[in-house]
């Protein structure tokens, strides 16, 4: 996946808008974001980053979507404890994942495993790829975004 390719097809639930689909948000720039778990402390402050900066991206016109293998129980939980107002969706089975390249092996003290890799997307209204962000590191990310959709 570049820059400039068609974001991959995808429909996920959501915890608070029933489901979300690249069809259903034809025309709407939106930024996904790829998040390990629900409730862990880097997770936490992207999702709270996010929200703090959700004025600005509706300013843009430009929907916010967290993204994460979490059910949406736990989304509603996670949502809850910390007043979060981003829409988080859930990706149980990790086709979302798998199409956007997130669901990777990772390394942990020398223990491999899958899992999802801290990831961002920022999608034009014609459902195009403008920005990819990598291997995300939570401070500063949000900035980077919210600058990279006023660009739009």
């Known amino acids: 996946m570049d820059i400039g390719n068609p974001a ?17 948000l034809a025309g709407q720039k939106f930024v996904l974001y790829f998040y390990p778990k629900d409730d862990t402390p880097g997770c936490t402050k ?32 996670f949502r ?13 089975d990790g086709t979302t994942c798998e199409a956007f390249g997130v669901w990777v092996e990772k390394n942990m003290y020398g223990r491999k495993y899958m899992g999802i890799e801290r990831a961002t997307f920022l999608v034009d209204g014609e459902g195009v790829l403008r920005s990819i962000w990598r291997k995300v590191k939570v401070k500063g990310h949000v900035e980077a ?5 006023a660009d739009l």
């Open 145 to 149: 975004v919210l600058a990279a959709a």
């Open 8 to 24: 991959p097809d995808f429909t996920m639930s959501t915890d608070t808008a029933g489901e979300i689909s690249l069809r259903g």
């Open 80 to 92: 809850t404890k910390h007043n979060l107002s981003v829409l988080l969706a859930s990706d149980e």
């Open 46 to 77: 992207e999702a709270i980053g996010f929200t703090e900066s959700a004025a600005e991206f509706e300013k843009l016109g430009v929907q916010v979507i967290g993204v994460s293998k979490d059910t949406i129980a736990k989304h509603a939980k």
